[in-house]
Structures are given as C-alpha cells and as structure tokens.
Nanobody, 119 residues
Framework: QVQLVESGGGLVQPGGSLRLSCIAS????????MGWYRQSPGKQRELVAS???????DYADFAKARFTISRDSAKNTVHLQMNSLKPEDTAVYYC?????????????WGQGTQVTVSS
C-alpha cells in the first residue's frame, strides 16, 4: 500500500531554513506527481509546491523564490527546501502523492510534520 513518511520539521527562527523529506513506497514513484501541502490552525490545507514526472514543478505564490521542491527517484524521496522562513510559514506540512500517470498530487497523504517559525 501507499506509504508516505515525512521528516525534517522543527523549530526555526525567522529567516532560517529547513529541509523537509518524504520517503514514498507502494507505487511507481518516478511516474507519480508529488507535492507538499500545509495547514495552519483554523485554515484550509493549501498547496505549497508540486512536481510531476518529467520534473515539472509548480509553486504557490508565497513559496516562489523561497522554497524548492525536488525529487530523487533513485531513493523514492521528495524534498522541500525552505529558506527565508517567516512566522506565517508555521504549519503542519504534509507530503502527498497523486495517482500514477496523473498530473496533480492530493490522493494520498503522509502523517505531517510540524514546522514552527518563531524567535
């Protein structure tokens, strides 16, 4: 079955960086769209960044120029490098996978990892 296991969250000061990782199993990773979402208390879950097979990427406006999504198909892993973090980036970050050969994630979810940006 599909499994997504996130790691890398934590507490960081404003302006700092974090790298989230998600190890995937149970599907053909290289042909499956992957993404990172986040959810803050009282807010809806929102897309942060996504990558399809062929390494096409898409970012939410707030993530452009600060966050980078990447995938390592040899290790079935997707990363989210987050730089210049702001307090408003505080949220639970979720790794997500779509259906193989589709173009959008959002069908399968990891358990989430907490990111807290605070001084």
């Amino acid at each position: 079955q599909v499994q997504l296991v996130e790691s890398g969250g934590g507490l960081v000061q404003p302006g700092g960086s974090l790298r989230l990782s998600c190890i995937a199993s149970g599907f053909m990773f290289s042909q499956t769209p992957m993404g990172w979402y986040r959810q803050s208390p009282g807010k809806q879950r929102e897309l942060v960044a996504s990558t399809t097979f062929g390494d096409l990427t898409d970012y939410a406006d707030f993530a452009k120029a600060r966050f980078t999504i990447s995938r390592d198909s040899a290790k079935n892993t997707v990363h989210l490098q987050m730089n210049s973090l702001k307090p408003e980036d505080t949220a639970v970050y979720y790794c997500s996978a779509g259906q193989t050969y589709s173009f959008t994630p959002g069908d399968y979810w990891g358990q989430g990892t907490q990111v807290t940006v605070s001084s």
